[in-house]
């Protein structure tokens, strides 16, 4: 009966959305269909890659978990195993897709919240699926890092350009006033 009961269930006064961490497995309604109108998506368990303080406020990078783990795209997934899944909080074998994410804050209200324990925080991953965690969220950093520095040659290029036609806009102005014409 109590197989289940997460082993890192909050002892203290806080709220969990105030210690909700990256390893942290939670309940989550993920969205399915953007712009689809209908009944809420169901609840699963979502794993929580990265937790972040922008302008004073928290946000939490979420990565979508499903139990049709042959279908996962290799290179972006974190594979939990029956053990690995009992070991986290989870009734099953578990894969959580890092390369399908959301970015929200912690009182966004697609957390699945137990009303009998009033936490969303199913359980935490540990030992090698918490190692490969790890990888992916240096690999999607990696990526973000080369798409912003992608993003500002492009504007630099675009400077540049803008910089080379007010110049040559200058350098015709001047022949103009030299030559008269």
Known sequence: MFDN???TVETTTQAW???LRSGDIVSFRFPTDEGKTGPEPKARPCLVLASALISGQRWLTIAYGTSVTEKVRKGYAIPLGSHDARVAGLERATAFRG???VIVRPNNRAFAVS?????????RLTGRPLERMHAIRARLQAEADIAAEARAERRRARVDDRKSVIEARARAAAR???TGT
């Not at 009303?115 to 359980?123: E, I, S």
């Open 99 to 101: 390369d399908r994410i």
């Open 115 to 123: 009303p009998t324990l009033r936490t969303p925080v199913l359980g």
């Open 17 to 19: 959305s105030e210690t």
């Open 5 to 7: 009961v997460p082993s």
């Open 176 to 178: 103009a006033v030299i």
